[in-house]
């Protein structure tokens, strides 16, 4: 079975700072990952996602991600953080097999911009 | 503009009552999905439907029904079964298309019991 794991589910950073997530999966077989940014009382909208072309993903609002095999991990990262990155990420993985694409998602990891 | 609608966005029931939640989508997508998303538990999925009029149990389908008789609608009755149905409940849909997916979700409705 598919699984993610979020490590923080609270991360401060200074505005300007980096931003780092990270997720790691695990799969018995090679995955789709992808990051997900939810603000309050609203659905998800999709930062990025990894499909097997390059490992190095670039997503909406400067975020991007590197797909490692030998950690199985996905994390997520912003050179600068910005007031308006301020939500709750989730990283999800699901199979690549045709007709499954149901997502298994982290348990989210929420984000705080200090002034 | 293409997406996902879901009704209501707030919605309360009386313990005992069966309420049915609402999610249409208009981007041609053949699977869709319900989720479930507590505090700190992220989401899980509820029933999903790769196909018109067939649909499966998700990791937490007890005291849910669903129906799935039109590729645009896929609505989620809370039954009176549902121990704790207050959550925020979210739908998705997503293409089967060459095998590379990617769900589109909507706002979510937030359902608490009274």
């Known amino acids: 079975a598919q699984s993610v794991t979020q490590l923080g589910s609270h991360v401060s950073v200074s505005e300007g700072a980096l931003v780092l997530l990270r997720c790691n999966y695990s799969s018995s077989v090679p995955p789709y990952l992808f990051w997900y940014v939810q603000y309050p009382n609203q659905g998800l909208q999709l930062l990025l996602k990894y499909t097997s072309a390059a490992t190095l993903v670039k997503g909406i609002n400067g975020f991007e991600a590197e797909f490692k095999k030998s950690e199985t991990s996905f994390h997520l990262t912003k050179p600068s953080a910005h007031m308006s990155d301020a939500a709750e990420y989730f990283c999800a993985v699901s199979d690549r097999g045709f007709g499954n694409e149901k997502l298994t998602f982290g348990t989210g990891t929420r984000l705080t911009i200090i002034p | 503009d293409g997406g996902i609608t879901q009704s209501p966005k707030y919605l309360f029931r009386k313990e005992g009552q069966n309420v049915t939640l609402s999610c249409e989508q208009n981007l041609n997508h053949d699977a869709m999905y319900w989720y479930r998303q507590d505090p700190g538990q992220g989401l899980r999925l509820i029933y999903y439907?790769?196909?018109?009029?067939?649909?499966q149990k998700g990791d937490i389908a007890e005291g849910y029904s669903v129906s799935r008789e039109k590729k645009e609608s896929f609505p989620l009755t809370v039954t009176s079964a549902q121990k704790n149905p207050t959550a925020f409940y979210l739908c998705?849909?997503?293409?089967?298309?060459?095998?590379?997916?990617?769900?589109?979700f909507g706002q979510g409705t937030r359902l608490t019991v009274v």
């Open positions: 439907s790769q196909i018109v009029n067939d649909f």
């Open positions: 998705a849909s997503s293409t089967r298309q060459g095998g590379n997916t990617e769900a589109f």
